[in-house]
Nanobody
Framework: QVQLVESGGGLVQAGGSLRLSCAASKSILSINAMGWYRQLPGKQRELVAAITSGASRNYADSVKGRFTISRDNAKNTVYLQMNSLKPEDTAVYYC?????????WGQGTQVTVSS
């Protein structure tokens, strides 16, 4: 079992920055991959960024060059630094952890970017 607790969402103006945090209840060294998805009302969740246990990173084309995913193994935490935010980045952001056996999800955190 892995519990994920997200924080860092909020309201920001276009062009601003936010950093999301996802704290896991166990060592993330044992987790195959972690990352962030986002979901707009009535839409499917889409992958935003992911990072593997070997620190390989993957980003959605829409956020490349603006978002950076990182991990702090000592704190069992994954971060998503979001810069140059756009109104179209507005969504609920969900942290996930892929343990190979199954995927775990956080409760979601709202990010709202005003124009």
């Amino acid at each position: 079992q892995v519990q994920l607790v997200e924080s860092g969402g909020g309201l920001v103006q276009a062009g601003g920055s936010l950093r999301l945090s996802c704290a896991a209840s166990k060592s993330i060294l044992s987790i195959n991959a972690m990352g962030w998805y986002r979901q707009l009302p009535g839409k499917q969740r889409e992958l935003v960024a992911a990072i593997t246990s070997g620190a390989s990173r993957n980003y959605a084309d829409s956020v490349k060059g603006r978002f950076t995913i990182s991990r702090d193994n000592a704190k069992n935490t994954v971060y998503l630094q979001m810069n140059s935010l756009k109104p179209e980045d507005t969504a609920v952001y969900y942290c996930y952890a892929d343990t190979r056996a199954r995927a775990y999800w956080g409760q979601g955190t709202q990010v709202t970017v005003s124009s």
